[in-house]
């Protein structure tokens, strides 16, 4: 027993050593806390929350009463609970109607959002909606339109009446994909849709409405009228947020040469911004003898520089990225004024908990994880090299270039394999485009300061100018490193259990002392080995029914070349291809037309059927196959006796999306919506299906 006693005391002595280091693993636990509450298959009672309040509430005693040696487990409970309440109490809080039927109508609203689509049509984001012949209970907070083949140049502000086409936001593509109406609902966009009519001007914006959304729009205009090009456009996304001047190759080109980042607004684009600032005012003042005997410059600096930072938090859209950036700074801010240091994980983990509590679905979201990633991994990377060393090996004028390279590649190495799950590739190349790219955007955002502060005199010019050139820079090396050979590697979705495991080992690899932080390296190990061997699904079909893709030898091949675009490319991009739809639908694996696509899997003859005569088809289709996919359009079927299996409306609106593992004898399904949450609609469904070969009765599995 005491041996026993030896061995716990051991591990429980090592954390009470380690107490002054322990306020990072916070955020850590209030993550672990959101991530169980969203991993969840059905929506928590209010009993469920009132035993999350008590457990929190007994591991608050057990850290203030409770033996000294014990209460970082105390702590760490608690943060768990704070975590699973903070993320309950948002989702109530933003609770919103969505669209549940297809509309096509009537609809008026005031514009707040100007953006583009995947498409590059220009789309509009209305709130104060009123829908035709539609009660305001039941009418979404927020839709958003894209609009085709139009003129119309709207402004922040203005009311709008168009008829569109709107249904409610689409599902994950997949399961375990990106939850579309998921995130749709905690930004309360209760409807998605597109038009080709008109858009008609029904009121100008109302007087001190609007104010920020049409400040953006008007420094963005004049931006794009002074510097008349992509390279305008570009500067006004990175100034501003307003990324609707840019056309979609140069998205892409960004996107193939790791570069988009820097249209995020995150922190690249804050630190730039605030620390020109900050050394403005400091410089400055100590050039003014009144001010520089009388004045702390440094605090009067770290003040400016705040405000400077919270009107680019609103002026850019407070998007996640930016919110973090900005808390960053004003903990650093913050810490100038107290006199404290300002750049340490302790300034990372306040961010992080603060970010969490005020939005704790931010915690999935590519800006948060990209975000912190990289900021953590350069403080504690910088933070391990001894500066005066360095400055006795390196001549002095080596130093900046050696902390960009530096900055580069740690942050490169942080955010790869957050960018390589969330955007499934790799930019081969993107160290050396963030290399060649760095000090110049640096330069675009401080004379982009210099501009906004000369444009009363009327002499911006000249730092416009200076703006125009080194975007003209960047993106010269965004499209030249986009069209090397090999610049993008495609990357197969991770399994869901592997980012965590990589996020939790490279937190302890970070943060803890001595000798035990290097055993993170075997778990990291494991979560790639698992990643590289990244098993993907048989067969899937689209939430709609009418795409199938079946992998196979040269990869998945798709049922039709066209339609279901933005599934296809997503099933495409999971499997690590970087084919286009029109290339998978060639590929070997269905037969015959368009409207009764044939294939074979394990044994099972399949029927795809599209089209309007797809109900008529249904009959000798489900004599010839034994499973037949309906689109859910056509009106539920019933197969007759040991007839085929069945996939149409009945299924696809309980389940969405499905993945197909095929045995000889029977299929299992694995729907991509599983039980009953706050932002689903429907019924609730089991997380997975079997069915039988050939009877269409479906049992839980």
């Known amino acids: 027993m005491a041996g026993l006693r030896a061995i716990l005391a051991g591990p429980l002595l090592r954390l009470e050593a380690a107490r002054g280091q322990l306020f990072v693993w916070v955020p850590v636990f209030m993550g672990i806390g959101i991530t169980a509450w969203f991993s969840v298959p059905f929506e928590p009672s209010a009993g469920a929350y009132g035993a999350i309040a008590l457990f929190g509430i007994s591991a608050v005693m057990l850290w203030r009463l409770g033996p000294e040696l014990l209460q970082p487990f105390a702590v760490a409970g608690a943060c768990v609970a704070v975590g699973a309440l903070a993320a309950g109490w948002r989702a109530h809080d933003v609770a919103a ?37 539609m009660a305001p209970a039941r009418t979404p907070e927020r839709v958003r339109i894209s609009l085709h083949d139009q003129d119309f140049t709207p402004d922040p502000g203005q009311v709008v009446l168009v008829t569109a086409f709107l249904a409610a936001p689409d599902g994950p593509a997949e399961p375990g994909g990106f939850d579309f109406r998921r995130m749709a609902y905690f930004r309360q966009l209760g409807a998605v849709g597109y038009t080709r009519a008109p858009v008609v001007l029904w009121q100008d914006p109302e007087e001190g409405t609007q104010v920020i959304n049409r400040l953006r729009t008007w420094l963005a205009a004049k931006m794009m009228a002074a510097v008349p090009s992509e390279a305008g456009a570009f500067a006004a996304g990175a100034m501003t947020g307003d990324r609707s001047g840019i056309g979609l190759q140069t998205v892409q080109d ?27 005012v400091r410089y400055g003042a100590a050039l003014v003898p009144v001010l520089a005997v009388r004045v702390n410059s440094k605090k009067l600096a770290a003040i400016v520089a705040f405000a400077v930072a919270l009107f680019y938090l609103l002026l850019s859209g407070s998007n996640v990225a930016t919110e973090r950036a900005f808390l960053m700074v004003c903990v650093m801010l913050g ?34 994880q990209l975000s912190f990633a990289a900021t953590a991994v350069l403080i504690a990377g910088f933070g391990a090299l001894d500066r005066a060393i360095l400055r006795e090996k390196l001549p002095r004028w080596m130093l900046p270039v050696f902390t960009m390279v530096l900055t580069s590649l740690l942050a490169g190495l942080a955010t790869a394999p957050y960018a390589a799950a969330t955007f499934n590739r790799f930019t081969d190349y993107g160290l050396l485009a963030n290399v060649l790219t760095a000090p110049f955007m640096s330069i675009l955002m401080a004379a982009g300061a210099v501009a906004a502060l000369l444009a009363p005199l009327g002499l911006a010019w000249p730092a416009l100018w200076v703006m125009e050139q080194a975007s003209r820079w960047i993106l010269f090396v965004a499209h030249w490193v986009a069209g090397l050979e090999g610049a993008v590697t495609a990357v197969v979705q991770p399994s869901a259990w592997v980012m965590p495991v990589i996020t939790l080992a490279g937190i302890w690899l970070l943060v803890w002392r001595g000798r035990w932080r290097w055993g993170a390296v075997l778990p990291m190990a494991l979560a790639f080995a698992g990643w590289s061997v990244t098993a993907r699904p048989q067969v899937l079909v689209s939430s709609d029914g009418s795409l199938v893709g079946l992998m196979g030898r040269e990869g998945r091949a798709l049922s039709v070349p066209k339609g279901g675009g933005f599934i296809a490319e997503n099933w495409l ?10 290339v998978a639908a060639a590929r070997a694996g269905f037969e015959g037309p368009a409207t009764a696509r044939r294939f074979e899997v394990a044994g099972w003859r399949g029927v795809a059927l599209r089209g309007k005569g797809a109900a008529e088809a249904f009959a000798a289709a489900c004599r010839s196959a034994d499973l037949v996919i309906l689109p859910s359009a056509i009106k539920p079927v019933r197969a007759p006796a040991g007839g085929c299996v069945v996939i149409g409306r009945e299924v696809l609106d309980a389940t969405g999306a499905l993945a197909l593992t095929i045995w000889p004898d029977h299929l299992e399904l694995r729907p991509s919506r599983f039980g009953a949450r706050i932002w689903m609609s429907g019924r609730p469904t089991l997380q997975q299906l079997r069915i039988d070969k050939p009877n269409a009765s479906i049992a839980a599995n």
């Open 573 to 582: 991009q999971d499997d690590g291809d970087l084919a286009v739809q029109e």
């Open 97 to 133: 109607p969505m669209l549940d039927f297809r509309y096509y109508g009537a609809v008026q609203g005031r514009v707040i959002e100007i953006d583009r689509s995947q498409s590059d049509a220009l789309r509009l984001t209305l709130d104060r909606v009123v829908l035709e012949d």
């Open 254 to 280: 960004l996107r193939d040469s790791n570069l988009a980042h820097l249209l995020a607004i995150s922190g690249m684009n804050m630190a730039f911004l605030t620390g020109f600032v900050f050394m403005l």
């Open 335 to 368: 810490a100038i004024l107290l006199d404290r240091r300002a750049l340490t994980m302790r300034s990372v983990a306040i961010s992080a908990v603060l970010l969490l509590l005020v939005e704790p679905e931010s915690l999935g979201e590519p800006g948060f």
